[in-house]
C-alpha cells in the first residue's frame, strides 16, 4: 500500500495539474470507488460539478482536495489506486474508475484501480489543533513533514503504550504515515527488533527510530517512492526508485548491508516483517 512519500508525490502532481481548475462533469464507472459516499455516483457527481479545486492537502496516506464552498473531496489510495493526468480523448485504461472533467477542456484527472480499495469520499472540513482537516480523518494524528508535528509528545505517546514497537510505529493515530516499509526500514537503522515492548524502549531509542522514519521517507520521497511493481505511480504514469535503496523491506536472504548476515523474514500481522538477525537481535 502508498506510504506516505508515495502519497505525498502524487499530491505533488495533483496540486500541479488540478488546483485552480473548475470541475465541468464528473463520471463514476465503478461504484466501489465511491462506495464511501451512500447517496450513490449521480450525488456525487452533482455535488461536485461545477466546483473548483482551491488546494490539495495530505495528511499520512490521505489526500484530499479543498473544494469552492468549503468542504473536501477525500481520496485514498488503497492498494492499487492510481490518479492519472491524462489528455482529453486518450483511451480509457483498462481499470479506470472515476474520470473528471474540467471547464478549461485540459487533461483530465482520472482514478485507475485495479483491486478497487481505494476510492472517494465528500467530507465536511473541521479544524483540530489548529488544522483544517476532512472530518473523516480527524482522528489521524499528524505525520512527521507536518510543520506543527510534536516529536517528543510521538515519544512519550509511544512509550507509554503496551505493545509492540512495530505495532506502535503503524498506528496511524500515534504517528501517521508509516507503513510496513518505512516501518522496517526505520528499525533497521536504529537496530531494533519489530517485536520490542514499546514499554521498554528507551526515551532516545524512541526518539531515534521516529527520526530514522523521517530520515528514510524524506529519502524515498527525494527518489519519487518506492514502486514494486506498476501499481504504484505518479500522476504521469512513472514509477519510484527509492526500491533500489531498501536495506531490508523485501531483501530476504540479501546479506545485510552492516553485517553481511543474510535478511530474514518473519510472519507480522498477516504480512512479513524483513530484518537483520544480528543487528536487529529479538
Known sequence: MPELPEVEVVRRGVDAHATGRRIS????????????????ASDFAGRLTGRRIEATRRRGKYLWT???????LLAHLGMSGQLLVQPAGTPDEKHLRVR?????????????DQRTFGGFSLGELVTVEGTVVPEPIAHIGRDPMDPLFDAAAA??????????????????????GIG????DEALWRARLHWARPTELI?????????????????EALGEGGTSFDALYVNVNGESGYFE????VYGQEGAPC???GRPIRREPFMNRSSFSCPRCQRR
Do not use: W
Not at 473528471?100 to 485507475?112: Q, S, T
Not at 510496513?180 to 516501518?183: D, K, L, Q, R
Open 25 to 40: 462533469s464528473v463520471e463514476v464507472l465503478h461504484p466501489r470507488a465511491i462506495r464511501r459516499h451512500p447517496p450513490g
Open 66 to 72: 479543498e473544494l469552492s464552498g468549503g468542504d473536501a
Open 180 to 183: 510496513n516499509i518505512y516501518a
Open 100 to 112: 473528471f472533467r474540467f471547464d478549461d477542456d485540459g487533461p483530465e484527472l482520472r482514478f485507475v
Open 155 to 176: 515519544v512519550a505517546a509511544l512509550r507509554r503504550r503496551r505493545t509492540e514497537l512495530k505495532r506502535a510505529l503503524l498506528d496511524q493515530r500515534l504517528v501517521s
Open 202 to 218: 528507551s526515551r532516545a531509542k524512541a526518539v531515534e527510530v521516529l527520526g530514522a522514519a523521517t530520515d528514510v521517507m524524506n
Open 244 to 247: 533500489r535503496s531498501l536495506a
Open 257 to 259: 548491508r552492516r553485517c
